[in-house]
């Protein structure tokens, strides 16, 4: 059964300090894994989707990883800004269903 | 274009009745997925939606809960006999193929069911 884990469950950190969030699985049989932001009361925005066959990938600001074999992925955030602040999800599409297996996830506060 | 909407935003009910949640995919996607979040549980698969083919319902807590999706488009969640343990926000999402590595997954904003 797919068990996903993220590390730290909260976070924070004074505006302009970059961070890592860290998302961990189980089952190394996936599709895909997703990071999402969630800020309170509303429902997620993907930011980032890394493909099974990828190593990285970026979006202005953040940089997502992926190491299939040892189960891990990285969230970095650059020069962080209090408008970063949410609920960070990750998630892993499985091989065997098409259900997102989601993360415990990171509550990030940044400081102004 | 537009997003994934959901309604109601918000519902209060008593115990022992019955809701409807509803969700409206974005057009063109033939995937839809009904996820719930509550406390202590964080977000969990309830069922899944891919074109004309049997629904994946291995998600769904008990046979109170229920979904059907009309015309590959709009879905409805249905949980008859609500119970307290039913509080949750309910999301809905969907995507444009359903198994595929690149496909993401889009949210609507959730309705938040309070059972009292």
């Known amino acids: 059964k797919q068990e996903v884990t993220q590390i730290p469950a909260a976070l924070s950190v004074p505006e302009g300090e970059n961070l890592v969030l860290n998302c961990s699985f189980t089952?190394?049989?996936?599709?895909?894994l997703q990071w999402f932001r969630q800020d309170p009361g509303k429902g997620l925005t993907s930011l980032l989707l890394i493909q099974s066959s990828q190593r990285e990938q970026t979006s202005g600001r953040l940089n997502a990883s992926l190491d299939k074999s040892s189960g891990r992925s990285t969230l970095y955030i650059a020069a962080s800004q209090p408008g970063d602040s949410a609920t960070y999800l990750c998630a892993v599409l499985g091989g065997a269903t098409n259900k997102l297996i989601f993360g415990t996830g990171t509550l990030l506060a940044v400081q102004p | 274009g537009a997003g994934v909407s959901q309604s109601p935003s918000n519902k209060v009910t008593e115990k022992g009745k019955d809701v409807e949640l509803r969700c409206d995919p974005i057009s063109g996607h033939t995937a839809l997925y009904w996820y719930r979040q509550s406390l202590g549980q964080g977000l969990e698969f309830l069922i899944y939606f891919q074109g004309n083919s049997a629904p994946d319902k291995s998600g769904l807590p008990s046979d109170r809960f229920s979904a059907e999706r009309t015309g590959g488009s709009v879905s409805t969640l249905t949980i008859q006999r609500t119970q307290q343990e039913d509080s949750a926000v309910y999301l809905c999402?969907?995507?444009?193929?359903?198994?595929?590595?690149?496909?993401?997954?889009?949210f609507g904003p959730g309705t938040r069911l309070t059972v009292l």
């Open positions: 089952d190394s049989a996936i599709y895909n």
């Open positions: 999402a969907s995507s444009l193929w359903g198994r595929a590595s690149t496909d993401t997954q889009y």
